[in-house]
């Protein structure tokens, strides 16, 4: 808190210096507009990081894992849309077209890009929502292996869920997010 009050005290004897060099200069109109959108500017820069909590280092992990679900569900929803194929043993490339699942991993990068910017933030709901998307998306890549996937193409994804679900669960994280009990 007070490093927000000594960096405001700064810019307002900034603010003091040019209002006294744009006086003697007769720019008093630009000068008062220029001014109220830089104090407007900086005083909502400063309320919102009151009211910001600071984002630990293990946040910023899961938030970076959660940006990695979302590029491996963008791929997957790729894949069930025939553009990018599906790869047989590791060499023979399968295209397969099923536009339900195609449209649930497209709304699953959506909402995890959404949750990337919640968990930046450190808000409290995003921990909860994460938690929720990525039992989704279990489930959904284990109906991916019943249908014409392997454990090849959705090992990664479903890897890197089970490790933000397991993270998730740390006494750290959700200390971070207040939902420690």
């Known amino acids: ?48 990081k009151q009211h910001m909590r600071e984002r630990p280092f293990g946040v910023t992990i899961l938030a970076i ?3 990695v679900a979302a590029v491996l569900a963008a791929i997957h929803a790729l894949q069930f849309l025939g553009i990018i ?18 449209l649930m991993y497209g709304i699953l990068v959506w909402i995890y890009i959404w949750l990337v910017q919640m968990l930046w933030r450190v808000e409290p709901q995003a921990w909860m929502f994460l938690v929720f998307v ?10 991916s292996l019943l249908g014409a996937s392997t454990w090849d193409d959705v090992a990664v994804s479903f890897i890197v869920c089970l490790v933000i679900l397991l ?3 740390l006494p750290g994280v959700r200390r971070a997010f ?3 009990q």
Not at 15 to 39: A, M, P, R
Not at 96 to 101: D, E, R
Not at 134 to 143: A, G, K, P, Q, W
């Open 1 to 48: 808190m007070l490093h927000f009050k000594a960096h405001a005290y700064k810019l307002s004897t900034v603010l003091q210096l040019l209002v006294t060099v744009f006086n003697d200069t007769g720019h008093v109109g630009q000068l008062k507009e220029l001014l109220t959108l830089i104090l407007s500017s900086y005083t909502f820069h400063v309320e919102r």
């Open 65 to 67: 894992l959660a940006a």
């Open 85 to 102: 194929p599906f790869f047989i043993g590791g060499t023979v490339p399968v295209r397969y077209v099923s536009i339900f699942t195609a």
């Open 134 to 143: 990525t039992v989704f998306e279990l489930i959904i890549d284990f109906f």
């Open 167 to 169: 993270y998730c669960m």
């Open 178 to 180: 207040s939902t420690a």
